[in-house]
């Protein structure tokens, strides 16, 4: 995946996806970041390209999201994402989000 922080800071990634959250405008898909060896939750609006690897999860579906649930237990909301407003409201500051955290 190729992706751009809000800060303008374009990556690649291989991340191994666990949920998808739904915000109030805003999506975020929460996986395991290969790069940086962590959980990361990233705005689908911030994703520039996606490609499958045509590979099997390096662990089971069921261990893969239980490992999610406990980091994001332990530490709180994941990192990288912005979960407050699509890129345009934050810059003016506009935001209030409610979520529903769906694993897929």
Same mark, same amino acid.
């Given at each position: 995946m190729r992706y751009t922080? %809000? $800060?303008g800071?374009?990556? #690649?990634? &291989?991340?191994?996806? &666990?949920? %998808? $959250?739904f915000f109030? !405008? &805003?999506?975020l898909?929460?996986?395991?970041c290969e790069l940086r060896s962590d959980f990361r939750h990233f705005r *689908? +609006?911030? *994703? $520039?390209?996606l490609e499958t690897l045509g590979i099997p999860y390096p662990r089971t579906r069921? #261990?893969?999201a239980r490992q999610w649930e406990q980091a994001r237990a332990s530490? !709180?909301?994941?990192? +990288?994402?912005d979960y407050s407003a699509p890129p345009a409201q934050?810059?003016?500051?506009?935001?209030?989000?409610?979520? &529903?955290?769906?694993?897929?």
């Open positions: 922080s %809000l $800060a800071i374009e990556t #690649d990634r &291989v991340i191994w996806p &666990v949920a %998808l $959250a109030e !405008g &805003v999506q898909v929460a996986a395991w *689908v +609006d911030c *994703v $520039a390209s069921r #261990d893969h530490e !709180g909301r994941g990192r +990288d994402a934050i810059r003016t500051g506009a935001a209030n989000a409610s979520n &529903v955290v769906r694993n897929i």
